[in-house]
């Protein structure tokens, strides 16, 4: 249980995790229409659950199926793998200790008077964490004239805001991407694509509504039980040859985002951040989703479908299919896809 974060980073322990407030009723005022235009699904829209079950294979290196009902040989598998990390028989002291620059950082950002000088005394302890930033600063997206040198003048160049995306993507990427070799290694790669894109999308779908950081963070960090659940059936020694029904693809997407909120948790993420995982992981038992739970769901959904689009594995015209029950328009759900294809800043 747990081998997979205990290899790669030890085990430890880590502090326990840490509204909308409706407005008065006022005058009653005549509403405003504007007039929006209606966009038609495209001919390749798909479906959020072939989406997912699309995505799930290839990251778990399994092959398509149509088979609707589980196998006696897949409930076996399900009921293992659900025996190592389901309900409370999963050691969350297993799950990685962020680096303790993470912490500090954190509080040290949520303080409007932080100065340049300050944060660049506390990253300095990090020479990784130096190194990634100055790169970033001197990447294409920020069209420097002169080539940044200085850790202050990176940090005053990508302001609290990207400087908290930069070290997080550099905490993360580690635990997403592994140098562990075979199917891991290949699931990594893709993982990092998700978790990238869905970082964004999250961000663009939450606009207006949600904390950008806590956005980003939740799209970040929503596939991280990924590689421990692979590495649990890569050592049941599961063939992958066989093609794995869609019920126990999805029963494996569900594991995934469990020990996903299970790490948000354990490494004491934001209230709003851990909530919105909780929704993605149990969306039956979660009622009406907060702001943030729904612009994850979408945003997971579309990321899930830009990495098949790049892998081969879908039409580049597709776009995640709207649902009466989703807060987004077609319209937006293909904005979002579209905005995606635009470097960001870590990419540029």
Partial sequence: MGRFFRKLFGGGTAPSAPSFVPAHAAVTRTPVVIDM??????????????????????????????????????????????????????????????????????????????????????????????????RVANSAFFKTSRPVTGLAQAITLLGQDGLRR?????????????????????AGERLWEHAERCARACIYLGRDVCDPFEAFLAGLISQTGAQTILLELEE??????????????AALAQQIERLSLHAARHWAF???????????ADPADAGARTPLGRALLAASRVAMLDVLIEQGLADPDSALLASPGQTFTQAQLIACRDALRTAAPAEA
């Fill in 37 to 134: 235009p209606v966009v038609e699904a495209p001919v390749s829209a798909l479906a959020a659950e072939e989406i997912e079950d699309r995505f799930y294979r290839l990251v778990l290196g399994l092959s398509p199926s149509d088979d609707a009902a589980f196998s006696p040989a897949e409930q076996s598998v399900l009921r293992r793998v659900r025996d190592a990390f389901g309900g409370e028989r999963f050691d969350v002291g297993s799950l990685p200790r962020l680096p303790s620059v993470v912490p500090q950082l954190m509080r040290s950002l949520r303080n409007d008077d932080s100065d340049s000088r300050a944060l660049a005394e506390l990253i300095a302890r990090d020479t990784v964490l130096v190194g990634e930033i100055v």
């Fill in 236 to 249: 049941q020694n599961d063939t992958r040859a066989t093609a794995f029904s869609r019920p126990l693809v």
């Fill in 166 to 186: 930069v070290v997080m993507q550099l905490v993360m990427r580690p635990i997403l991407r592994t140098n562990m070799g075979g199917a891991s290694q290949h």
């Fill in 270 to 280: 934001p209230s709003r951040v851990v909530q919105a995982l909780a929704e993605r």
